[in-house]
């Protein structure tokens, strides 16, 4: 019998983390077996692994991990979508197609078993086709960071050239954003701490940046960059008192996108501008499986490259979620197979 290699916890912390042998799994019907290639970290799984508020709740021992790129090995009875060979991305909503989320819908590497392993069973609705464009490690950070920024200025925020965006630091998500915003013809600004991240967001076609660390009241900045209009669309990835921020950079009827946590599970903005204002102020948690399809299109369409930061190899997980909590520019990718 064939074995693999797979991430297992089986108590909260890092140092919990160990690799173990197990045997390579069997699709049944309607599943594929995926040989994992590549799987992107996301700030989730930091506190996944320590027991958290996304972690808190699942049944250990576990493997964690939400977002893979792969290739089909085995396809099980009934498998239609699918052939030996194809190259896949996971959905990071397994059992949401479209439309509003199922009750019954699952994360992987949450509710159900994740994909830090050399090889993974999915159900094949649950996965979609890859970019013909990317490289795989580039395309696994497409289910989560990437599909948050499309769910938040596509999906549901109809972004349209003539308007402003801000993207909060250069994160996986905020980094597709700007991507995402520029292909669309909006202006974007980008506030995070210290020149030469800015430098770097710049290159990636930001229209303005804002040094927070120089600069807190990055909210009157960004006003004045827009005429004294204000924002169309904020990227609230920070939370905490930031969201009063993000509200006072915002023109009448804008829209705020509850997208982060940087800075606490609790988030706090005054009422009467609030009212005044008018604002729209959305939670987006990921998305579905058509919104994959789509972004998967508009990728190869525009020949966007994600940004990876750094890619780690599999042994070597611990040291590429070190670097995800020190924070990264874009993504960081852990290399499975080849």
């Not at 030996?84 to 909503?93: A, K, N, Y």
């Not at 609230?236 to 940087?262: F, K, V």
């Not at 190869?300 to 909590?325: I, Q, R, S």
């Amino acid at each position: 019998m064939r074995t693999m290699s797979k991430w297992v916890l089986r108590d909260h912390g890092v140092q919990h983390l160990k690799l173990e042998e197990t045997a390579v799994p069997a699709p049944g019907i309607g599943e594929i077996v995926v040989r994992v290639a590549a799987v992107s970290l996301n700030y989730r799984d930091l506190g996944f692994i320590a027991g958290g508020e996304s972690g808190a709740q699942a049944s250990l021992p576990v493997t964690p991990g939400s977002d893979l790129a792969g290739i089909v090995v085995a396809a099980g009875a009934g498998v239609t979508r699918f052939s030996e060979g194809d190259e896949v991305l996971g959905t990071f909503w397994a059992g949401w197609i479209d439309g509003e989320c199922p009750p019954e819908a699952g994360v992987l590497g949450g509710s159900l078993p994740g994909v830090l392993a050399q090889y993974v069973v999915l159900n094949e609705a649950w996965a979609v086709r890859a970019p013909r464009t990317l490289s795989l490690a580039e395309a696994s950070t497409l289910p989560c960071a990437g599909l948050t920024a499309w769910f938040a200025l596509v999906e549901k925020g109809a972004v349209h050239a003539g308007q402003t965006v801000v993207m909060q630091g250069t994160g996986g998500v905020a980094l597709f954003g700007l991507q995402l915003a520029r292909a669309h013809g909006a202006q974007v600004i980008v506030t995070s701490s210290g020149a030469a991240k800015l430098r770097r967001v710049s290159e990636l076609g930001a229209t303005h940046g804002i040094d927070r660390s120089a600069t807190p009241d990055w909210d009157r900045v960004a006003r004045e960059m827009t005429g004294g209009r204000g924002v169309d669309h904020v990227f609230e990835l920070a939370g905490g008192d930031n969201l009063g921020a993000s509200l006072r950079a915002l023109r009448q009827g804008g829209r705020i996108s509850l997208i982060g946590t940087l800075d606490g599970y609790s988030m706090s903005l005054p009422s009467i501008p609030s009212f005044i204002g008018r604002p729209t102020i959305q939670g987006i948690g990921v998305g579905h499986r058509r919104a994959v399809e789509d972004l998967v299109r508009a990728v190869d369409a525009l020949g966007l490259k994600p940004v990876v930061d750094t890619v780690y190899p599999f042994d070597e997980l611990p040291a590429a979620l070190a670097h995800v909590e020190r924070g990264a520019f874009g993504k960081v990718v852990v290399k499975v197979g080849g």
